[in-house]
């Protein structure tokens, strides 16, 4: 995602250097201005949403998927990286090419920490995905700086007053999106509180039900002031996919956490864009032990569903075929 934010704010930038420079009108100076400005507050943006992943450790496997987007994105983006190379180095006085040489140079090295940043994830370091975007904007935030700083240095004098209201927007703005990260963290880690699991009765003595979406009741415990509340799951036969009943019911009861023994692809999806963390149950018991190895650090954190698409509505069908 931040290569992908990366790469859209880049083909954003060059489409105003490409207009910029088809008309003799314009102001190159506040093209980069406008261009660095954009540039810097994705950076911003890119840096915070994968800060609030990395210390919220909600982290998942990127998927073998964007592992060969990512490899195809870092050999395209070398090539074009290339090509305004050579141009920037047959013209250097063009500062339409200089801008587009640092932008897909942007792009490159993205792409390139993307690509190890997914390869060591699959491998185990699932942080290193989220370090990656982290990284991602701080490179984001010096091609900003450099774009700026070339354009200044074109100017002259006359354009320090404009730089500066420059940087003073794009702080204030960076303020802004950093809050708003800073606040769904601190929301998302006061939900981690509540603690919802799939059981087949309605005691912290019942046992835990082996599915999730079909479980018979959800057992949902406030580990701050140790209550618990009991669910029935009126969705549990229904024979179409449920996830979103249950998520309807997650973000009813602020849960921040799902303890579970099999979680399906729908369920983990929509459980993961809600900022929820999962973790797989090792043992069968009741409510209270699986609560108690939680709180003990005794559960193994869901990076990536466990079971296929329609496994809990198939073990229910056996038992509901009509």
């Given amino acids: 995602m931040a290569n992908a934010v990366s790469s859209f704010i880049d083909g954003i930038n060059i489409g105003i250097n490409y207009a910029g420079s088809r008309n ?25 949403s994968n800060g609030a992943l990395l210390i919220s450790g909600a982290l998942f496997h990127p998927g073998i998927l964007a592992l060969f987007i990512s490899m195809l ?14 141009a920037n180095e047959s013209d250097l006085d063009d500062h339409n090419v200089f801008l587009c040489m640092i932008l897909n140079r942007s792009d490159f090295i993205a792409s390139c920490i993307t690509t ?32 700026l700083g070339h354009a200044s240095d074109k100017k002259g004098p006359s354009g320090s007053s404009i ?26 880690l006061n939900r981690r509180a509540i603690v919802l699991v799939p059981s087949r009765g309605t005691q912290l ?24 509340k009991a669910v029935l799951n009126t969705s549990r036969y229904l024979k179409t996919d449920v996830s979103n009943d249950i998520l309807a019911l997650v973000k009813e009861n ?19 864009l809600a900022g929820v963390k999962m973790y797989y149950i090792g043992r ?10 939680y709180q003990n650090g005794q559960m193994e954190p869901a990076a990536s569903p ?5 496994f809990g509505r198939t073990r229910i069908r056996w038992f509901a075929p009509w």
């Avoid at 003799?24 to 093209?31: E, G, H, M, T, V």
């Avoid at 870092?74 to 050579?86: A, D, G, L, Q």
């Avoid at 849960?255 to 579970?260: K, P, Q, R, Y």
């Avoid at 069968?284 to 190895?293: A, E, F, H, K, N």
């Fill in 205 to 228: 003595e019942s046992q835990v039900d082996t599915v999730l979406g079909r479980a018979q009741y959800f057992i949902i415990i406030n580990t701050k002031n140790n209550t618990a």
């Fill in 254 to 272: 602020n849960v921040g956490v799902v303890l579970a023994q099999n979680i399906g692809t729908e369920m983990f999806n929509d459980l993961r």
């Fill in 24 to 48: 003799s009108k314009a102001d190159p100076f506040r093209l980069s201005v406008i261009i660095a400005v954009i540039m810097f507050l994705s950076g911003m943006w890119v840096f915070a």
């Fill in 116 to 147: 190890a940043g997914i390869l060591l994830a699959e491998c185990g370091y699932l942080f290193f995905d989220p370090l990656g975007g982290v990284v991602i904007g701080c490179i984001m935030f010096k091609e900003s700086l450099e774009i």
């Fill in 284 to 293: 069968l018991g009741t409510v209270r032990d699986i609560l108690s190895d």
């Fill in 163 to 188: 730089k500066r209201a420059a940087m003073y927007t794009a702080g204030l703005l960076s303020c802004c999106i950093v809050g708003f990260y800073a606040s769904d963290l601190a929301g998302t």
């Fill in 73 to 86: 994105s870092s050999v395209t983006n070398w090539y074009f990286y290339r090509i305004t190379v050579c």
């Fill in 306 to 310: 466990n079971v296929n698409k329609g």
